[in-house]
T-cell receptor, first 110, second 114 residues
Framework: LAKTTQPISMDSYEGQEVNITCSHNNIATNDYITWYQQFPSQGPRFIIQGYKTKVTNEVASLFIPADRKSSTLSLPRVSLSDTAVYYCLVDKNRDDKIIFGKGTRLHILP | DTGVSQDPRHKITKRGQNVTFRCDPISEHNRLYWYRQTLGQGPEFLTYFQNEAQLEKSRLLSDRFSAERPKGSFSTLEIQRTEQGDSAMYLC????????????FGPGTRLTVL
């Protein structure tokens, strides 16, 4: 499994765009990049998944450069309710266990 | 609400006691997963089922832990002779099998072993 590195924590303010970058230098050709979000006292929730270039959904955008050695999760106009832990995962596109790291603790300030 | 429910939400027990947790997945999901999460860490995989078959068990799942999914629907996770180190949040997730399908997590059962 490709190892990922992401910041331990980040602070931002309401209304700002937040970008969380994840490094995955050893990503394999058939690996996908997936992000999960976890609010306090809840289980993780799938946010977005991508393989290359850009993916956008109603929650976030995922930017993946051509070399795929990193990816950036972009949250537009964050609110206090976006305070959560965000996990970057790199793995083959398969349906078995998820290996979580420590994630990035995002704290949104008023 | 993801559609995955867990019971109980909180459990306090004394060291040495047995505890059992239940997970009800989304009804059409044939995959069911158990994870454990301690404070400040990401969830750690314990085991997963496809229908009633247990397909993989982590080395974290010691002999004191057992999981079942007898009819391919709900699942139970039992911990025998609990230890203080078992204190954690136990998370259940479910998904459809076949290709990548996101896992839907329940709210978890928080276990405190005194």
């Amino acid at each position: 499994l490709a190892k990922t590195t992401q910041p331990i924590s980040m602070d931002s303010y309401e209304g700002q765009e937040v970008n969380i970058t994840c490094s995955h230098n050893n990503i394999a050709t058939n690996d996908y990049i997936t992000w999960y979000q976890q609010f306090p006292s809840q289980g993780p929730r799938f946010i977005i998944q991508g393989y290359k270039t850009k993916v956008t959904n109603e929650v976030a955008s995922l930017f993946i450069p051509a070399d795929r050695k990193s990816s950036t999760l972009s949250l537009p106009r964050v609110s206090l309710s976006d305070t959560a832990v965000y996990y970057c995962l790199v793995d083959k596109n398969r349906d078995d266990k998820i290996i979580f790291g420590k994630g990035t603790r995002l704290h949104i300030l008023p | 609400d993801t559609g995955v429910s867990q019971d109980p939400r909180h459990k306090i027990t004394k060291r040495g006691q047995n505890v059992t947790f239940r997970c009800d997945p989304i009804s059409e999901h044939n995959r069911l997963y158990w994870y454990r999460q301690t404070l400040g860490q990401g969830p750690e995989f314990l085991t997963y089922f496809q229908n009633e078959a247990q397909l993989e068990k982590s080395r974290l799942l010691s002999d004191r832990f057992s999981a079942e999914r007898p009819k391919g629907s709900f699942s139970t996770l039992e911990i025998q002779r609990t230890e203080q180190g078992d204190s954690a949040m136990y998370l259940c997730a479910s998904s459809l099998a076949g290709g990548y399908n996101e896992q839907f997590f329940g709210p978890g059962t928080r276990l405190t072993v005194l």
